[in-house]
Nanobody, 126 residues
C-alpha cells in the first residue's frame, strides 16, 4: 500500500519561506518520478515542480522558477519543496504525487501521476 503524507504547510507572510515535505511508503521509491501540484480556491490543480527518480532532473512551473526548489532523499523516501520569496498568489493546497513509471515526459500532466497525498495548506499573507 502506497502512502504519501505531506507536511510543512502553514501561514507565512509574503517574502517568507516554507519547506514542504512528502514522506512516501514503498520499496521502489527511488524509481518513481515525484511531483508537486497546487490548487488555489476556485481554481484547477496546477503543476508546480517535478523531480526524476535519481533526483538529477528537475522541472518547474515558470512562476516558481528561482524561488522554489524540489529535491529528494531516496534513502529516507522523502521529497521536499523548499519555497522562498513566497507571494500571496502562492496560497493553495499543495499536493505531492508519485509517478510509478519513473518517466518525466509530460511532467505537468496530472493523469501521468499514479498516487497522490492528501495535501497541505499553504497560506501567504500580504
Amino acid at each position: 500500500q502506497v502512502q504519501l503524507v505531506e507536511s510543512g504547510g502553514g501561514l507565512v507572510q509574503a517574502g517568507g519561506s516554507l519547506r514542504l515535505s512528502c514522506a512516501a511508503s514503498g520499496r521502489t521509491f527511488s524509481r518513481w518520478a515525484m511531483g508537486w501540484f497546487r490548487q488555489a480556491p476556485g481554481k484547477e490543480r496546477d503543476f508546480v515542480a517535478a523531480v526524476s527518480g535519481s533526483g538529477i532532473s528537475t522541472y518547474y512551473e515558470d512562476s516558481v522558477k528561482g524561488r522554489f526548489t524540489i529535491s529528494r532523499d531516496n534513502a529516507k523516501n522523502t521529497v521536499t519543496l523548499q519555497m522562498n520569496s513566497l507571494k500571496p498568489e502562492d496560497t493553495a493546497v499543495y499536493y505531492c504525487a508519485a509517478r510509478f513509471d519513473g518517466a518525466t515526459y509530460q511532467y505537468k500532466v496530472e493523469l501521468n501521476y499514479d498516487y497522490w497525498g492528501q495535501g497541505t495548506q499553504v497560506t501567504v499573507s500580504s
